[in-house]
């Protein structure tokens, strides 16, 4: 099969099958290897990706029946500094034995500084592999999101040429908004979902247990998640493209909006996180979408009548 070289084609212009498997193939090589070279950046700069998924975690500091036992120890160091101290002022010692006595006391009162400083949470790996694997899932999961754009246009320049010129001029304009959104999404999940989600799972009966964070199941859930907001964001794009296409309108989707609630709620639940803060989190936004498509749908509506009017 003879390369197929990547151009536009036009909606009038006849392809042999031979030509469209040569594009097909040609795009696909291209965005395998854009793919590829994302993926070696982000595996280069997986330590710093890993770093930017701790910080919900090390934000939090959980308290357990070792790290309570291990705080006395910082206060008794304090005392003992401060006992020392007050020995070093006694008239009764020696200047040498005074020196000495503010020596210690200083010691004592780094060490319970030190101490008392809490240490930044990061996830445990329990595997010999494990590393590797997860900076390797990482990057991966890192180089899809960077890389959608370029997927969305390789996969928009093979179909349009099927499709009327009126009618991509309508759809393009959603093309455009869907990798926003889809940025918009995961950027929800990270700062106003993750947080929460993971204080709450990692706080609740704090005390009771020695928390320790399996770094495979931790990662998962937060790429899972920024994931699947990423593509709930899509919801205004599908359902302005069905408005376009004339299956749906503005007074359906209000006519419709309790059995949206319910079936935006079913979906919200099915979504990675079974605890209620994150559930609520996740499903909130959705009812917003639907609230701002019916809006966008409705303008669209009136411009379209508006256009309908003076072309009569």
Excluded at 17 to 43: Q, Y
Excluded at 44 to 65: C, M
Excluded at 148 to 163: K, R
Excluded at 191 to 196: G, I, K, Q, T
């Amino acid at each position: 099969m003879e390369a197929f070289p990547l151009r536009a084609v036009a909606h009038d212009e006849r392809l042999t099958l031979t030509e469209h498997l040569g594009e097909l193939r040609a795009r696909l090589l291209l965005s395998v290897t854009v793919l590829a070279v994302l993926f070696a950046g982000c595996l280069w700069q997986s330590r710093s990706l890993l770093h930017v998924l701790n910080v919900p975690l090390a934000q939090i500091t959980i308290s357990s029946p070792a790290e309570g036992a291990r705080g006395e120890l910082p206060q008794a160091l304090a005392r003992s500094a401060s006992a020392f101290t007050r020995l070093a002022h006694a008239s009764s010692l020696a200047p040498a034995d005074q020196r000495a006595a503010l020596n210690a006391a200083r010691s004592l009162g780094a060490a319970s500084q030190t101490l008392s400083r809490p240490d930044a949470r990061a996830p445990i790996t329990l595997g010999l592999g494990e590393p590797f694997a997860t900076s390797v899932t990482v990057a991966f999961a890192f180089a899809l999101l960077l890389g959608l754009p370029f997927l969305l246009f390789q996969a928009w320049a093979f179909i349009s040429p099927a499709i009327a010129p009126a009618e991509r001029r309508a759809v393009r304009p959603l093309l455009l908004c869907a990798p926003a959104l889809f940025a918009i999404g995961v950027a929800f999940a990270y700062f106003l979902v993750l947080p929460p989600a993971v204080r709450f799972l990692q706080g609740f009966n704090h005390g009771a247990f020695d928390v320790m964070v399996q770094a495979r199941a931790y990662y998962r859930f937060e790429l899972m998640t920024m994931l699947a907001l990423g593509a709930m964001f899509e919801i205004p794009v599908v359902l302005l493209a069905l408005g376009r296409a004339g299956i749906l309108s503005s007074a359906a989707l209000r006519r419709h909006r309790r059995y949206a609630i319910v079936g935006l709620s079913v979906l919200g639940a099915l979504l990675p996180g079974t605890d209620p803060v994150t559930t609520l989190l996740e499903t909130l936004p959705l009812f917003g979408l639907y609230e701002a498509t019916i809006v966008l749908l409705r303008l669209s509506e009136h411009r379209r009548d508006r256009q309908q009017a003076l072309s009569a």
